[in-house]
């Protein structure tokens, strides 16, 4: 599957479902009311869309959502994906469940896990994410590391909110051997109201961090969504990225696509355009991906309306 500016599409980001149990400010309100799960994709229609994708060239799957551990068939989901072919199979999560399914998890065929993680002060943290639940997931990022996964940390860099806990991130990165990302928060959804008071670009994170941290840049993929760098201080190495989105996009190396669960494949996060792929023979679904893929910008576009948990961060 590649397009006519030369990007190969192998990675798909399925979007479980959009309910959370968390409200990270620049995600979703308070009082967000989330569709039925009623109308979306049944176990059997996730096995038989992920097959045919993976037939046409797909070799990693990250669940996402929402938050996919709340989903009520999340196990039996990720039973179906685990018997697929892929090089990777990826969970991104609040974290919040996570102790519940790591026996689970060891046993299925996810290796690497995200977890977001804004802040590292219980105050900040639920300010954040309106949830009183820094602690539990504190010890579940701690315990993923500690059952062999790959842990890596998402924080969204917050002007005033959690800027200032750069330093504590990456002395985080070196004491527990974990990669945090540090995310621009993107033109998205609730990120968009927030954005002039909060936005940090990666730039300014990475001058601050000069100023007490020698950086080695890393070699990274080519359609890696982050660049990366390992931080040194005194004894302390931090393996630290970032996540550019909104100054450095990567659009024109992206090699994503989104399933929705309601069964839409969307080229992109930042374009409302897609095609149900519900009860399509193998034959068609090439057919509808030359079609999609084609609609994929190799370019930013500014800013999306549609909040980040419908479209599956
Ligand atoms: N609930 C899970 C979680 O939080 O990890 C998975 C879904 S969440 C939508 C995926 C990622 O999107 C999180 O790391 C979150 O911080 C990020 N995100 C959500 N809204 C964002 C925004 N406006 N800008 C940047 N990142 C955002
Ligand atoms: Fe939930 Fe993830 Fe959105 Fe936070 S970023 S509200 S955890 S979906």
């Not at 450095?248 to 992206?254: A, E, H, L, R, T």
């Amino acid at each position: 599957m590649q397009d006519r500016y030369g990007r190969k599409f192998t990675k798909l980001r399925l979007n479980l479902l959009d309910a959370c149990n968390m409200r990270c400010l620049y995600c979703m309100p308070e009082n967000q009311t989330f569709s039925n799960l009623e109308n979306s994709l049944s176990v059997d229609e996730i096995k038989s869309i992920t097959q045919s994708l993976s037939l046409s060239g797909i070799e990693e799957i990250r669940i996402t959502g929402g938050e996919p551990l709340l989903h009520p068939k999340f196990k039996q989901i990720v039973n179906e994906l685990s018997k697929l072919s892929l090089k990777k199979l990826g969970l991104t999560t609040n974290a919040i469940l996570l102790d519940k399914y790591i026996p689970f998890l060891k046993e299925s065929n996810i290796t690497h896990i995200n977890i977001s993680l804004d802040s590292l002060k219980e105050a900040s943290f639920k300010f954040i994410t309106k949830r009183d639940c820094f602690h539990k997931v504190l010890d579940n990022i701690l315990l993923a590391k500690a059952n062999g996964f790959i842990v890596k940390i998402n924080m969204v860099m917050m002007k005033n909110l959690n800027f200032e806990e750069i330093e504590d991130f990456l002395k985080f990165s070196s004491d527990n051997d974990i990669e945090v990302r540090f995310l621009e928060m993107m033109k998205v959804g609730h990120g968009i109201p927030h954005f002039d008071r909060h936005f940090v670009s990666a730039d300014d994170a990475i001058k601050k961090i000069k100023k007490g941290w020698n950086l080695k840049k890393m070699q990274m993929p080519k359609d890696s969504t982050s660049f990366n760098y390992m931080a040194g201080k005194e004894n302390m190495k931090a393996n630290i990225g970032f996540i550019a989105s909104e100054t450095k996009p990567f659009c024109s190396d992206c090699s994503r696509l989104r399933l929705t669960n309601k069964g839409v494949l969307r080229p992109c996060m930042m374009v409302n355009e897609g095609v149900s792929v519900n009860n399509k023979s193998d034959e068609d679904l090439k057919l509808t991906l030359q079609e999609l893929i084609y609609k994929k910008p190799n370019y930013r576009i500014e800013q999306n309306p549609l909040t980040m948990n419908e479209i599956g961060g």
